[in-house]
């Protein structure tokens, strides 16, 4: 082979080399961005009257300058206050509703929170779970000065799951979680759909070192540990449970397999498998008392450890 032709193949072999690598690296910018860097409008909210409810409205301020939407359904005395944060996309918090009636007729009181740039919600940039915690700190300052001495419990489904794990492993006052549907690391979830997509195995496991990079530039170094994987091992005897779609299209039962494959990722972490494909898994939702089996296993939770 003459020396043109090895210099055209090691030419060509490094237009394609870089080429690859430049799109591996933009991709994540190209497809997490229209995604994020945006205030999300939810197509359905939910009025508490509809299921009898008088709630009171508030205006919570996080510690980085979001004015956060909230309500309280106020219980005197309530055995535990649990605090309902909304997913990405779906569901808002205002889906909850029928949880915070059922929950209010065994004694707990109810705090839902719009997630910052959701909403009701102040801002413009959804932040993946890697600054969610402060909008969940503010609720939790909220319990604590109106319900002094009430256990505090996280429940979100989606990003409200991830929000809830990762607040309460940088949170020590709240007494425990409740989780559906929470990813395990942005990375993980991106992998997952570009394989899950049709993209070959070896291509979406390498896109995860571009995925890291992106997150990292976009929300600074400390969200490599702002993830349920790592924040899960910091509820040491606090208790969890985590709840997921055996066949879950949105989020892959892979997520939750992540997120408790730590021998420390708690001594009372519950895990409940579901089977189907509904990624909030209960067959009714907006009315969980249609829902015996699932509204059943949260409340043996809450009555066992609050």
Same mark, same amino acid.
């Given at each position: 082979m003459g020396k043109t032709m090895k210099l055209l193949i090691l030419v060509a072999t490094f237009v394609?080399?870089?080429g690859s690598l430049m799109i591996m690296a933009f991709l994540p910018h190209l497809a997490t961005g229209s995604v994020i860097n945006r205030h999300i409008d939810f197509e359905v909210?939910?009025?508490?009257?509809?299921?009898?409810?008088?709630?009171k409205a508030l205006s919570l301020e996080t510690?980085?300058? =979001?004015?956060?939407? +909230?309500?309280?359904?106020?219980?005197?005395?309530? *055995?535990?206050? #649990?605090?309902?944060?909304?997913g990405l996309t779906h569901p808002p918090v205002s889906a909850f509703w029928g949880h915070a009636r059922l929950l209010a007729e065994q004694g707990?009181?109810?705090?839902?929170?719009?997630?910052?740039?959701h909403g009701e919600s102040s801002g413009t940039q959804v932040y993946l779970g890697f600054a969610e915690h402060l909008d969940l700190l503010a609720g939790?300052?909220?319990?604590?000065?109106?319900?002094?001495?009430?256990?505090?419990?996280?429940?979100?489904?989606?990003?409200?799951?991830?929000?809830?794990?990762?607040?309460?492993?940088?949170?020590?006052?709240?007494?425990?979680?409740?989780s559906i549907g929470a990813f395990s690391s942005w990375a993980d979830l991106f992998t997952d759909n570009? =394989?899950?997509?049709? +993209?070959?195995?070896?291509?979406?496991?390498?896109? *995860?070192?571009? #995925?890291?990079?992106?997150?990292?530039?976009?929300?600074g170094w400390e969200s490599v540990q702002l993830n349920p994987k790592?924040?899960?091992?910091?509820?040491?005897?606090?208790?969890a449970l985590l709840i997921h779609a055996e066949d879950d299209a949105l989020v892959s039962v892979l997520n939750l397999e992540r997120i408790t494959a730590s021998p420390r990722s708690g001594e009372q972490v519950e895990i409940w498998i579901r089977p189907g494909e509904e990624h909030l898994v209960s067959t009714d939702f907006l009315h969980p008392e249609n829902d015996p089996e699932y509204i059943g296993r949260i409340f043996d939770f809450l009555d066992r450890h609050f």
């Open positions: 394609v080399v870089t909210v939910y009025d508490p009257k509809d299921w009898g409810l008088d709630v510690e980085d300058g =979001y004015t956060l939407a +909230a309500w309280d359904l106020e219980v005197p005395e309530p *055995k535990a206050v #649990v605090i309902f944060l909304g707990y009181g109810s705090v839902l929170i719009e997630l910052r740039s939790l300052q909220y319990v604590k000065s109106h319900y002094p001495g009430a256990p505090i419990v996280a429940f979100g489904a989606d990003l409200g799951g991830v929000t809830a794990i990762n607040g309460a492993g940088l949170n020590p006052d709240i007494g425990g979680v409740i570009l =394989y899950f997509s049709g +993209a070959p195995l070896a291509f979406a496991l390498a896109e *995860k070192p571009f #995925v890291n990079l992106y997150t990292v530039i976009k929300f790592k924040q899960i091992t910091n509820l040491a005897k606090r208790p």
